[in-house]
């Protein structure tokens, strides 16, 4: 839902949030001059009860979406490190065995680690997943499980690297689930629904020192915000400045290179 407007890049969330703040503001002051001070003073009361039932629930609510989603982006980290550990597996140990099958391990674990960072993860920000990878990671899998053990050694090795295979596949596809299914748009909905509602339950009350109490109003809107910002930017793993990093894949990369 906001993923689009590139809020997840730090200069751009950086300017929304202070508009946010200026918005939140300006529309206390609009308030006060629409209802009246003495009018608000009359809501004082009741307005105290309901900010403090309305506050404590959304406090509650965001901070568990806000847990969940640093708990997604973490996960998301633990995946690709996963994977790239995988591929690195099936390669060395496809070393223990001869013949076509081995080649063809090596070269199309190599054609899947490019075409994940030269591609697939400029692919994952969009929420999209490489077809290429697809069909090399079906390929690969398909090598190892035409792989012939002969000696006691392959004969043990076998059933090894024939599950990292497979993890690869796990790894990849619960990678790209998490590329491709973000925060979804009701979550978002209720999440600013009750950030403005909350909010506005702050211009049911009024001071002398009205300045003051704008700039609480500010200190308010600026939590809200900030929390709503980390759901955004974690929620998004493969997406924005802050992002997982694709370093797991440039080491199997490496040493790939390093041992042909």
Do not use: C
Request: hydrophobic fraction near 45%; charged fraction near 20%; proline fraction near 2%.
């Amino acid at each position: 839902m906001l993923e689009s407007l590139s809020l997840d890049n730090f200069s751009v969330g950086f300017v929304a949030i202070l508009l946010t703040i200026a918005a939140a503001i300006a529309a206390q002051i609009l308030t006060r001059r629409l209802i009246g001070e003495e009018r608000l003073k009359m809501l004082h009361e009741v307005g105290g009860f309901y900010i403090t039932v309305v506050g404590a629930l959304y406090a509650v609510v965001l901070g568990l979406v806000v847990f969940d989603a640093m708990s997604k982006f973490q996960h998301a980290t633990e995946t690709v490190k996963d994977e790239a550990k995988s591929i690195i597996a099936v390669y060395s140990l496809s070393d223990q065995f001869a013949g076509k099958h081995k080649d063809d391990i090596k070269r199309l674990s190599k054609e899947y680690v490019d075409e994940i960072i030269n591609n697939e993860f400029q692919l994952m920000a969009k929420g999209q997943k490489s077809i290429k990878a697809r069909h090399i990671i079906f390929d690969l899998m398909h090598s190892v499980k035409s792989l012939e053990p002969i000696t006691e050694n392959q004969k043990g090795i076998f059933p090894i690297i024939l599950q990292e295979s497979i993890s690869i596949w796990e790894n990849r596809r619960e990678r790209t689930d998490q590329a491709a299914y973000g925060i979804p748009s009701i979550e978002w909905i209720v999440l600013l629904t009750g950030a403005i509602i909350t909010i506005i339950f702050t211009y049911f009350f009024t001071t002398t020192l009205f300045k003051t109490q704008l700039f609480m109003t500010g200190l308010i809107t600026l939590i809200i915000s900030i929390n709503l910002y980390l759901v955004l930017v974690f929620g998004e793993p493969f997406g924005g400045d802050l992002k997982v990093s694709d370093d797991s894949y440039v080491t199997a990369r490496q040493y790939m290179n390093d041992r042909p």
